[in-house]
């Protein structure tokens, strides 16, 4: 199938994407399940942007600058935040239902979250994501130029590469190339392999441009606020075809999930806390129980960055040996909680805690993916023909740590460039895209190889890689990841696709990419933290990885 554009994810970053697109490009929106399962609609606490006349772009970049640790690149946090307005003003005009405060200078009630100097979150009440994402989705599903393709899972790439890289007596014709000192043809996205999951068969997307908005990669850690389809794909993916990806050991863990045996990855907004939610020693910490301890850690407290609030709980939880700590906003009126928290009230209230009277028991749990695949300003990656736009990306706005709410915010605003980019590129060709082959693969003889190694993976990953590390555990967690890396090839060479298989191979790259980022890091600075080198070096650098050199 030939498309001007293939986007492969339908999170706020996709969905917007083609909404720009479609205008004027045939789009292709591929979902690894359907449209609303990523995790765009999980997100409660709202958008960051500038919108009253007490706060001012300056400000809002300052308080990115600050929480980045000095790893922000301040021209592209400029850029999204001067963009800020026009974006939001966009999703107002599509319809999205923003909490109204008619005394407010815009009409729209602002929150304020931890990081942020001024009230500038806009939200829907606490379930902002699901009511960007049911908006933007019903003008998707109305578009008569975009087409949809759900349950479809993204394979690998197609570069000009790979398609060089056919037999040509023994030597590929790359490979004869490079020995015989011409320059190979420069390298080239032409589009993606898919696996669809209904049919079983794979199909094959071709496209002018294609783009990654396949958010981050939480599923590689055991516990995360994330949902399942958060498997790092479109990052695993832009490495094998070449692009460079940066700062993968930032990985951002929400202070605040809740703890319950049946509440699976379900998170408490950082808005809580921004409303006046203080976090407490439970009764099980003896005489100290109902004791507040964040100013003992910040003397921001509750509203210091996130990285602070985690590293502070997962302090307290081992110096104690707690399961969890309690965040209490149980002093705010029923009616003020209802009005502005209604999805975590309800949702809590089917677990037997009642906010209105009780505290929440709450534990950290891996959120978000601050590094990515290197883009700039518009979306564009190493390869031509290839942009990346979200999660999966590293445009160098959340450096060290991304701030509350500034992440539904890049996906608008380098969504809106990167359609603005390809909207101005020239018509190119798209040779014909050979269809993938299975002729020498048979069916998986024992499905369990799959659960054991995605289990053992994520359960080392979080035990060694996740808000404390050391250099030793980092170590033993490569070493691990180099085993599995070799069992999940053989198997992806000898035996037919799966989902299950797409995912936990994508899972092994990323969390390689993980491991080898944080062993470069010699400092602890925002969100990585290693007890073998506490301090923070004088100046700040990204860690780049590069793939390497394949012919």
């Known amino acids: 199938m030939k498309f001007d554009v293939a986007i492969v994810g339908s999170g706020l970053a996709g969905l917007s994407v083609a909404l720009h ?21 999980w997100a409660q606490g709202g958008i960051a942007a500038v919108l009253d006349s007490g706060d001012s772009h300056a400000q809002h970049v300052a308080d990115t600058l600050v929480a980045g640790a000095g ?25 999205v239902p923003f909490t109204r405060d008619e005394s407010a200078e815009l009409g729209f009630h602002l929150t304020r979250e931890g990081g942020h100097s001024q009230r500038r979150i806009i939200h829907a009440a606490d379930a902002t994501g699901h009511a960007v994402q049911m908006t933007l989705e019903q003008k998707v599903r109305a578009h008569p130029n975009i087409s949809l393709f759900e349950h479809h899972c993204a394979i690998d790439l197609i570069t000009a590469g790979k398609l060089a890289e056919q037999p040509a007596g023994g030597v590929s014709k790359r490979a004869s190339a ?3 000192g011409k320059n190979a043809a420069p390298d080239q996205c032409y589009g993606l392999y898919a ?10 997307f071709a496209a002018e441009h294609t783009v990654l908005c396949t958010g981050g990669a939480g599923k590689v850690y055991l516990y995360t606020t994330n949902p399942d389809t958060a498997t790092g794909d479109g990052i695993a993916m832009a490495w094998r075809a070449g692009c460079r990806v940066s700062n993968m050991e930032f990985i951002q863990f929400h202070p ?19 409303e006046g939610g203080v976090l407490k020693l439970p009764p099980a910490a003896g005489s100290a129980g109902g004791t507040r301890f964040m100013p003992e850690h910040d003397q921001r407290g509750e509203l210091a960055p996130r990285d602070v609030v985690a590293r502070a709980i997962d302090y307290e939880m081992k110096k104690r040996g707690l399961d969890y700590v309690h965040l209490d906003i149980s002093h705010q009126s029923p009616e003020f909680l209802k009005e502005h928290f209604p999805t975590i009230y309800a949702r809590c209230l089917e677990f037997g805690i009642d906010i209105t009277r009780e505290p929440i028991p709450v534990v950290p749990a891996a959120h978000y993916t601050c590094g990515g695949v290197v883009t700039d300003a518009s979306g564009r990656t190493d390869l031509p023909g290839l942009y990346a736009v979200g999660e999966a990306t590293c445009t160098g706005l959340h450096g060290a740590n991304r701030l509350a709410s500034n992440s539904l915010l890049e996906c608008l605003v380098i969504g809106s460039a990167c359609a603005r980019d390809i909207d101005r590129q020239t018509a190119k060709s798209v040779p014909k895209l050979p269809d993938w082959d299975e002729s020498r693969v048979s069916n998986a003889d024992e499905e369990v190889v799959i659960a054991h190694n995605w289990d053992e993976l994520r359960r080392f990953m979080w035990n060694y890689v996740g808000i404390v590390r050391t250099t030793k555990r980092l170590e033993r967690a490569q070493h691990r990841i180099n085993l599995l890396k070799d069992e999940i090839d053989e198997y992806y060479r000898n035996f037919r696709i799966t989902q299950d298989l797409l995912e936990l191979r ?9 491991v080898a980022s944080a062993m470069s890091r010699q400092e602890s600075r925002g969100l ?18 590069t793939p390497p050199c394949k012919t």
Request: one cysteine or more; aromatic letters at 6%; a neutral charge.
């Open 195 to 204: 696996l669809d999951e209904k049919s079983g068969k794979v199909v094959t």
């Open 506 to 514: 994508n899972l092994v790259d990323v969390a390689s990419l993980i």
């Open 21 to 41: 697109l479609a205008q004027t490009r045939t789009v292709a929106l591929i979902s690894k399940r359907e449209l609303k399962d990523g995790a765009s609609s």
């Open 256 to 274: 605040t999930c809740l703890y319950h045996p049946y509440a699976k990855s379900f998170l408490i907004s950082e808005a809580v806390r921004g």
């Open 178 to 180: 490079l020995r015989s």
């Open 528 to 545: 990585h933290f290693s007890r073998d080198f506490p301090g923070t070096l004088p100046k700040a650098l990204p860690s780049v990885l």
């Open 71 to 95: 790893l922000c690149d301040e021209a592209a946090t400029r850029f999204i935040v001067e963009n800020s307005r026009a974006a939001i003003d966009w999703l107002i005009e599509q319809g």
